[in-house]
T-cell receptor
């Protein structure tokens, strides 16, 4: 089945220690998104890639970076995680501006 | 960031009851999506709506795109325990934007 896959599902890191979360998709969608979701709040868009074009939301901290080496994969890098970065990180994909499909998420714990 | 008004915020219902929730806004939307999120999982798409007045069903779920394009409704008939979760609406302001605005969520609990 075509899907959005996120690894790992659970990630524990130490305060200030860089961490990378990964997302892959078999839907062949050209747009990939990263969202942050805290304690059952609505997902908050961090950035998205339209093909190779990176689009950052204005309020996304510089601490968050992203890479998309090819159509199928996208990575979220948190350079120096703080306690406030503990959250569920959701990857989503779409074809152009169409319906977004989410992965299962990675829950990040910062110690 | 901008969010849609979603109500109710939470609800407890008895198994077998029907459930209604809605999202409202002062803005006009081009597309409405409804998602269900289980604890520790990502949102799962339930229904997508693309035209004003559109009424779409998915099993026991029915959703409508409001005529004014400023609101959307989700109904669940004959609720069962696995309907427990958080339901989010998401609206797209125009077809040219990648950004969906999410509702604040409705937390549903079903009492057996």
């Amino acid at each position: 089945d075509a899907m959005v896959i996120q690894n790992p599902r659970y990630q524990v890191t130490q305060f200030g220690k860089p961490v990378t979360l990964s997302c892959s998709q078999t839907l062949n969608h050209n747009v990939m998104y990263w969202y942050q979701q805290k304690s059952s709040q609505a997902p908050k868009l961090l950035f998205h890639y339209y093909d190779k074009d990176f689009n950052n939301e204005a309020d996304t901290p510089d601490n968050f970076q992203s890479r998309r080496p090819n159509t199928s994969f996208c990575f979220l890098d948190i350079r120096s995680p703080g306690l406030g970065d503990a959250a569920m990180y959701l990857c989503a994909t779409s074809r152009d501006t169409g319906t977004q499909y989410f992965g299962p998420g990675t829950r990040l714990t910062v110690l | 960031g901008q969010q849609l008004n979603q109500s109710p915020q939470s609800m407890f219902i008895q198994e077998g009851e029907d459930v209604s929730m809605n999202c409202t806004s002062s803005s006009i939307f081009n597309t409405w999506l409804w998602y269900k999120q289980d604890p520790g999982e990502g949102p799962v798409l339930l229904i997508a709506l693309y035209k004003a007045g559109e009424l779409t069903s998915n099993g026991r779920l029915t959703a409508q795109f409001g005529i004014t394009r400023k609101d959307s409704f989700l109904n669940i008939s004959a609720s069962i325990p696995s309907d427990v979760g958080i339901y989010f609406c998401a609206g797209q302001l125009n077809s040219g934007t990648y950004k969906y605005i999410f509702g604040t969520g409705t937390r549903l609990k079903v009492l057996a």
